[in-house]
């Protein structure tokens, strides 16, 4: 599966953005999809993730400002971010997984998949 992120870009606190990821996959409306970043100097870690049924899954940083959602006719999962903030600051990376996990930050280890990444900037 090939999967190719876009939609960053450099915005403003408390602007929005809208990544999209387009999948390659055969099976892309049975693949659960999510969404990670990596911010300057720290690990990577979960932002949210969806089954192929549309249930979702956020961590508790984004969960009320943060939305993800998927178009199954066209192989393709975004992620809505409003009310931006300097802290998510990072390289988003959408990924394929093949089980749902929740609650709870889903593990890395779960996604078979991986998109090269979109960087988003948030300037104070």
């Known amino acids: 599966v090939q999967l190719q992120a876009s939609g960053g870009g450099l915005v403003q606190t408390g602007d929005s953005l809208r990544l999209s990821c387009a999948s390659s996959?055969?099976?892309?409306?049975?693949?659960?999809m999510g969404w990670f970043r990596r911010a300057p100097g720290k690990e990577r870690e979960f932002v949210a993730a969806?089954?192929?049924?549309?249930?979702?899954n956020y961590r508790d940083s984004v969960k009320d400002r943060f939305t993800i959602s998927r178009n199954n006719a066209k192989n393709t999962v975004f992620l809505q971010m409003n009310s931006l903030k300097p802290e998510d600051t990072a390289i988003y990376y959408c990924?394929?997984?093949?089980?749902?996990?929740?609650?709870?930050?889903?593990?890395?280890?779960?996604?078979?998949?991986w998109g090269q990444g979109t960087l988003v900037t948030v300037s104070s």
């Open positions: 990924a394929a997984a093949l089980r749902f996990l929740w609650p709870g930050d889903q593990p890395e280890s779960d996604f078979h998949s």
């Open positions: 996959g055969r099976t892309f409306s049975r693949d659960v």
């Open positions: 969806i089954s192929g049924a549309g249930v979702t």
